[in-house]
């Protein structure tokens, strides 16, 4: 079955830093890709998805780019803010399975 | 506001008793997938259902059950309960079964609180 493996956190970055979380994924045929950010307090949100090999998702200064050859969807953002403290999930649909989340990475932002 | 209705917010009960959650999904969405989150743990799939029949089965354990209704609202029943079934526990809908594309909505939970 499908399955997604993302880098454990915490990860603690001080403001401004380049922040980088791997996700990688396991799937028969050709998947959707998402993360979602689940800010404290509260239920998980959509953050960006890619429906194709090559496309890059985008939101709020984050980036994912769709890599089918090396199966992996890794979160990216330039310049993170403290605002950014939440945990991030990445997670792929297709096959006509369930929706498929990793385990979640926390990340911690301090000024 | 993603569409998607938990009730209660919160719940407070004593170890032994059966408490209900319940989840109204978004307007058209026929799958609900509900989810069981522990402190410092990631999310825990627990089941889906969709359009009233169980599609999937994750970790659930046997003290719990759940139903989708033909208005499509799901409970999620939790019996003989444990110190150790506390947890924020949520609820998601999305249109279809796990196609492509299918983008899970998400309600923001119910926190069990078992003394």
């Known amino acids: 079955g499908n399955s997604v493996t993302q880098m454990e956190g915490p990860v603690t970055l001080s403001e401004e830093a380049f922040l980088t979380i791997n996700c990688t994924y396991t799937?028969?045929?050709?998947?959707?890709l998402f993360w979602y950010v689940q800010y404290p307090g509260e239920g998980l949100q959509l953050l960006l998805k890619?429906?194709?090999?090559?496309d890059k998702g985008s939101n709020k200064g984050f980036e994912a780019t769709y890599r089918k050859e090396t199966t992996s969807f890794h979160l990216e953002k330039g310049s993170v803010q403290v605002s950014d403290s939440a945990v991030y999930f990445c997670?792929?649909?297709?096959?006509?399975?369930?929706?498929?989340f990793g385990t979640g990475t926390k990340l911690q932002v301090i000024p | 506001d993603s569409g998607v209705t938990q009730t209660p917010k919160h719940l407070i009960t004593a170890t032994g008793q059966r408490v209900t959650l319940r989840c109204s999904p978004r307007?058209?969405?026929?799958?609900v997938y509900w989810y069981q989150q522990s402190l410092d743990q990631g999310l825990q799939f627990l089941i889906q259902?969709?359009?009233?029949?169980?599609?999937a089965k994750g970790n659930i354990l046997e003290r719990f059950s759940a139903q989708q209704f033909p208005d499509l609202h799901s409970e999620l029943n939790l019996s003989s309960l444990e110190l150790g079934d506390s947890a924020l526990y949520f609820c998601?809908?999305?249109?279809?079964?796990?196609?492509?594309?299918?983008?899970?909505?998400f309600g923001q939970g119910t926190r069990l609180t078992v003394v």
């Open positions: 998601a809908s999305s249109v279809g079964t796990g196609e492509r594309n299918t983008e899970a909505f």
């Open positions: 799937a028969t045929g050709y998947p959707s």
């Open positions: 890619a429906t194709k090999a090559d």
């Open positions: 997670a792929l649909t297709g096959g006509y399975q369930k929706v498929t």
């Open positions: 307007s058209g969405d026929l799958s």
């Open positions: 259902y969709y359009n009233g029949e169980e599609r």
